[in-house]
């Protein structure tokens, strides 16, 4: 299932055929049970083009903008089409040789640079919410969070862990990082 959202223009039947046809050459990459939400907005300086694949609690998404339309869809399925492939060699490489072991290795402690007695100056001198977003908290392993993160796009991810704590994966320069939330 395809959903097609334009913002701030309208949208013609022939650009929505053309976008049609770019994600079925993905759609054979894909479970027959994937759905896309393909986001089309006008920008100051050109198109932003949003394609997200939802499938089970799992989501890829590719994004990208150019001056037109149909170049923002292509290079947006380019990169999805990337990812996909990444997201096959990883679990290619997860199978051939421990994966686990190396990311556990790479894990390093976190350090404890905000205090509590500083905490307030630091973050709330001079800093304004702008957005708000509420995400709803899947289970899944260190491994498949990993995984979630890096096909989004993100620096960072919020998961329920098999063990049933909260938890926040996110980049380092040489790895990865775990944050345990208590309650």
Known sequence: MINITARGFDLKQGTKD????????????LPPNASFDVTLAKEKDGYE??????????F???EARADKIEPAVDMAVDDLKRKLRKLKTFF??????????????????????????NYDEIYYSSVDITREKTVTLN????????????MLGHNFFVYLSIDGEVKIIYKRRNGYGILVCEQ
């Open 18 to 29: 053309g976008i049609d046809k770019e994600l079925k050459r993905i759609e054979k990459m």
């Open 49 to 58: 083009c949003d394609i997200t694949v939802k499938h089970v609690g799992s």
């Open 60 to 62: 890829i998404r590719g």
């Open 92 to 117: 290619v490489d997860k199978k051939r040789k421990g994966a686990i072991d190396e990311i556990a290795n790479s894990i390093e402690p976190l350090s404890d640079e905000v205090t509590m007695d």
């Open 139 to 150: 289970m899944m392993t260190d491994d498949e969070a990993i995984v979630q993160m890096e």
